[in-house]
């Protein structure tokens, strides 16, 4: 049963599990006690930060325990906005950050605070001058991913940390998808991270704050962890989160050009035999274990259930798959198509052999949801050129309108246009990405009574 | 070496490590996937709210799981204020809450809202009347606890729901204390607790807001847990915590019976045989496992290293074994001797053996900190009685000062005063316990160019 969602959580490490099961054991009372319980789960506190410090390449006193990496990024953005008031209230992040850094921003706006979202390119990076342009005066914090969730793209950290220095403003590295695999570059003066995705246990984020960073910890105040983490300490599971951290560090440089190399099999191979796909994200700079790719004409939960039945656990960002019916914010940053959107991240010590009974499942699973939505199998026919051509696609979801956009283009003259009348958000996404695709002209989108009318003209 | 500090930390309950150990193996994906690891997390999650819901009383849709009782709190009061801005930005609480209560309290009023501190008696309990005269028409959420975690005194939390139900205002319960000893009495309209208070595992918390209760989460959004509890959910820890709290729950009759037996044996043991001693809190509303006493003429933290050296851990609200250097607010709101405190919470299962040997050495340990310490052992001499004295206690920390008191009463003249001039905090509380312990007048407080003159007068 191939687990193919690691960016999501990270099946238990071995070593997290049996530092755990030490820990319940020896590290249960309170660790501001002074009888020799607490005085126990003292030490094992201690020695957990100093671990967790060495890894992440910081001081112990600049490293404190947080429930999770949403709530480290949470108490890390809302003390470092507040340490730097005085300065001014704007703050600066990618738009592909994690939704945790993106909540905050939303926040930070409702208090009355400015925020700026620096674009990234197709390939999901930001541009370290474009970064660098949007520091101003009165910019507090600046927000950057080390590497991006969906897609595993890399960010330019190093420069822009660098631009971030000169301009004085510190710099917050959500480092959720890549502290397993190495430290991040220097730089930073926030750093954030998530034990789970490491294979350490749920309940335990990270949160560095170096030396000399001005930071106010906002809410109730609270006596533990510097008062930057409110509440009693999760000490089992820290204690488990540090353990298996040096652990997988141990093993990452090997395990990377391995899965690294299984991800490259997957690119070509999924290129290569799956019509009618956009494989995303940077092939180069990206994390080892990680690839995303959307497959037109395809709905993404089905897909997943298809694949699930199957024994493959994967994920997505298609909108039909999310609670919220909107695509995800990453893939609709970068622009590309988010239909039938499938993201892969392998656990360390996946097997070859399971990558490639994926391999061999996915075209026939791709081709059977085409086949059950009626999606073109080839260029459709064109008999007798028609006029200008309006489809209706209102009250249909994702990938239908693209469907019977793609049904109908070859119905109208070259020169000739075709409006798509959709209500689904997916449809302001996937109808430019199916053109770019396909090579058509993507004229542009105009409100309509319900939903809107995109516009394509045809070119070929 | 028994542990007798489960007001603070329970260690883990059998049912909790068996739980936990299979939630490792069945939890650890992301319970919002669809993939079948996915929904096998949701099924363990689903099943764990609706074990905590019953346990709390309440429906399983009107709890979610925080990452400790702190921040239960945290999230519980600023969610149940910001739903009533309208009504007002008035809070009541009970002067003897938890540091998370009060926490959120002072950032409440730091914010701009005000605060009324409801005070307790001398068994540290608030008088319904007077908390009901503490609700006013703008007053959004009055907050008190079941019972208390220094003294084991339990709130008359009934009668107080039926003035806030009267006055239409909120009542937030603070259960972390009783929730393993059985339900809060009905008429809350938010709950919290505290898994690790019960011998569940760190990092997880209850909060309950029954449906009609206006409530605004605070901070930045988030997906999981109704919105109210921001990060992945802490999910094998929260199926551990859910099923211990069934399994404290299914003995916790009997068991309370037998610790309350316990205890009532050490209130009488220990006011029968350490003299100079004040056995604190409710003798008969209180919590079945829990009793808070005071020595005179005791350093609190010499104490607790003396009983960690004889294998008891205790704690203690003693101002020199706490960070801060100012005795527990507990006492102090309740007006009792905080010098030499010690708090002993028996986990369930304590053998009454253990308690027995406590109390064999208790006594000698007691003297032989107050004869290291030069405390008068019996009404000193009074050759020839003096006009009144001033003892300079400066810079000496509790229990100096009032030792020194001690020491000189006997040579001034009935009638005639002592001055004692000292900085440390507990003075202020000690010193007045002293005057009613002993039969001797507190005068008052006067400024003095360092620290504070505290006057007692000789009545015998």
New interface residues.
């Given amino acids: ?1 191939p ?1 193919f ?1 690691a960016a ?5 490490h071995p070593v997290a ?1 049996q530092a ?2 030490a820990a ?2 020896e590290g ?3 660790p ?7 005085r126990r789960a003292r030490l094992l506190l201690d020695a957990a930060r100093e671990a967790a410090a060495e890894a992440v390449g910081c001081r112990p006193d600049e490293l404190v325990f947080t ?5 480290a990024v ?1 108490a890390g953005i ?1 003390g470092a906005l507040s340490g730097r008031r005085r300065v001014g209230r704007h703050l600066a992040h990618s738009a592909v950050e994690h ?2 850094v993106l ?2 921003a ?2 930070h706006e409702a208090a009355g605070g400015s925020c700026t979202e620096v674009p990234v390119d197709r390939f999901g990076a930001v541009d370290p001058a474009a970064f660098g342009g949007a520091l101003r005066a009165d910019t507090a914090l600046a927000c950057l991913q080390s590497a991006n969730h969906e897609v595993g793209t890399e960010q330019p950290v190093a420069e822009v940390a660098a631009l971030c220095a000169e301009a004085g403003v510190p710099l917050l590295v959500d480092a959720a998808q890549s502290l397993g695999w190495g430290p991040v570059p220097a730089g930073w003066s926030l750093l954030t991270a ?1 034990a ?1 995705k490491w294979g350490g ?3 335990v ?1 990270l949160l560095a704050v170096r030396k000399g960073t001005r930071f106010s910890p906002q ?5 533990r962890e510097s008062g930057r983490a ?8 820290i204690v488990a989160a540090a353990a298996s951290l040096r652990a997988v560090r141990d093993g990452a440089e090997a395990e990377a050009v391995r899965l690294r190399a299984l991800v490259d099999r997957i690119r070509g191979v999924v290129a290569e035999r799956v019509p009618d796909v956009e494989v995303v994200g940077d092939p180069v700079r990206r994390l080892p274990h990680l690839v995303t790719f959307s497959c037109l004409y395809v709905d993404g ?1 089905t897909l ?2 298809e ?2 039945r199957r ?5 997505s960002g298609s909108s039909c ?1 999310s ?1 919220t019916l909107t695509p995800s914010h990453v893939l609709k940053a970068m622009g590309v198509l988010s239909e039938g959107n499938v993201r892969v991240s392998l656990p360390p010590g996946t097997a070859g052999a399971d990558v490639d009974r994926f391999l061999e499942v996915l075209p026939d699973v791709v081709a059977d949801v085409r086949e059950r939505l009626g999606a073109p199998v080839a260029a459709p026919p064109s008999p007798a050129p028609a006029a200008s051509l309006v489809v209706d696609a209102l009250g249909r979801r994702c990938p239908i309108p693209v469907i019977e956009l793609a049904k109908v283009i070859g119905e109208v003259a070259v020169g000739a246009t075709v409006t798509v009348l959709a209500d689904d958000e997916a449809a302001r996404l996937d109808i430019p990405a199916w053109c770019e695709m396909r090579g058509q002209e993507y004229v542009g989108e105009e409100p309509a009574d319900r939903g809107s009318a995109y516009v394509v003209r045809r070119l070929s």
Same sequence: chains 1, 2.
């Avoid at 429930?67 to 709530?71: A, E, F, I, L, Y």
């Fill in positions: 049963m687990y969602d999501s959580a990270a099946p238990l599990r755990l099961l319940l054991d249960w009372a309170d501001a006690r002074l009888y020799r319980e607490g429930s999770s990496g949403t709530t949470h809302a939704s945790s909540h905050s939303a926040a998530s789970h246990p749920a309940g984020g809410g109730p105040a609270g006596e409110p509440g009693f300490e999760n000490l089992p599971a939960e997943l259930h694949l699930d024994e493959f656990s994967v994920s798959t609670s």
